[in-house]
């Protein structure tokens, strides 16, 4: 079974940035979709970025023009670049990829971000 390794939480302050990766550890795995939802305590798990293997990209309506999602061409990696960042961000953000084989989608363990005000 692939697994999502992900990295890059971690805690920062109003407006500032970090930067999340995830990478199947199966250097074979393609995917259908590749991407990105975080969740809050008491809240359902809410997408944040998707990205397909063309590039076209979809955003949750929060982070339009503060997020970037891109990909590596070669392998299953993806990055998320979060700029601006607000308290309300703070969550834990787990990495998603779909492909034929599991529509479903295989799931990372989760990364905590956290913005301080």
């Known amino acids: 079974q692939v697994q999502l390794m992900e990295s890059g939480g971690g805690s920062v302050q109003a407006g500032g940035s970090l930067r999340l990766s995830c990478t199947a550890s199966?250097?074979?795995?393609?995917?259908?979709?590749m991407g990105w939802y975080r969740q809050v305590p008491g809240k359902q798990r809410e997408l944040v970025a998707m990205?397909?293997?063309?590039?076209?990209?979809r955003y949750g309506d929060s982070v339009k023009g503060r997020f970037t999602i891109s990909r590596e061409k070669v392998g299953a990696t993806v990055h998320l670049q979060m700029n601006s960042l607000k308290p309300e961000d703070t969550g834990v953000y787990f990495c998603?990829?779909?492909?034929?084989?599991?529509?479903?989608?295989?799931w990372g363990q989760g990364t905590q971000v956290t913005v301080s005000s």
């Open positions: 998603k990829a779909v492909n034929s084989w599991n529509p479903g989608g295989y």
């Open positions: 990205i397909i293997p063309s590039g076209i990209t």
């Open positions: 199966d250097t074979t795995f393609s995917y259908t979709a």
